[in-house]
């Protein structure tokens, strides 16, 4: 899952010297750090160090991240001219050290280990350059989608061009799955899912020619629309149990999840039950790709992480024997 290393001392010592674009645009670093879960816990892929909002970068948009806060977009999109003045940039343009971490990546890994890039999902995004910083409220994603959907439209056209480009950037580099994170798309009911995300993500998702990965998080009412809007792989989080996500989805897709990543911080007993929960439900059924229902809290001890990685490795190996 994202975020794997932020409970790391490596990685904190890192990040105690250098902000996380510093490190993005660092190609041996970035690499170094995607690669520091995967040495610790000997996890099937790697999912690359990056930031949903690094595609952005080269559009012409100015964003700080802020320490426990996210990020901070300066100049919010509120205009058709705002939108008008956004460029979408090839990815060897505008990101080349992305792309270079990602060959970086590749040539590290055994070939039985996947490099996972990934890409917000464009509502997500744009929710983030409309507000101008995180909500949950969304006001005025949601008054710019209602009250000025050619303005909305607009964005999303130009994000869906531009992050189905940064992906497919990504896969030439080497990237051997790519993800869409669409972590904040649960706050649209069924009708404007439809309306003013779905096609833009279908687009994003349509432009690889990889296995993708589809993930949001309270979502359960859009399951089956985000199925829809594509993912050969749905992620679900901790909200559902997984055979009933799965069988929402349809056996024809894979499923990712979907273990409640605050287990790590109590008791390992419980986390070997419900870790044990996860798979009974997969029932060994092609497709499932054992994972957390979010990302890595940063206060989980390593050596949890790396317990339940050889917990699900032992159980599945003796599933397969």
Known sequence: MRQAGRSLPEYRELRERYGLFEIARDPELCADVTL?????????????????????LGMGIEVELVENVGPVVSEPIRSLADVERLVVPEPEDSVPWTLESVRLVREALRPDQAVIGFAG??????????????TREFKQTKACMYGSPEVWHALMDKLADAFGRYLAGCVRAGADVVQLFDSWVGTLSVADYREFAAPYSARVLDAVDVPTIHFATGDAHLLEERREAG?????????????????????????????????????????????????????????????????????TNPADLSRLVAFVHERTAAVAA
């Open 231 to 299: 993912g050969d792989v749905i992620g679900v989080d901790w909200r559902l149990p997984l055979d009933a996500a799965w069988e929402r989805i349809g056996q024809g897709r894979g499923i990712q999840g979907n273990l409640d990543g605050a287990l790590l911080l109590g008791p390992w007993d419980r986390v070997e039950r419900e870790a044990e929960d996860v798979l009974r439900r997969a029932d060994g059924r092609p497709g499932h790709v054992f994972n957390l229902g979010h990302g890595v809290l940063p206060e």
């Open 121 to 134: 999902g464009p509502f997500t995004v744009a929710g983030y350059l409309v507000e101008g910083k995180p």
């Open 36 to 56: 520091q879960p995967v040495r610790r816990h000997e996890v099937d892929a790697a999912v690359m160090f990056a930031d949903i909002m690094l595609p952005v």
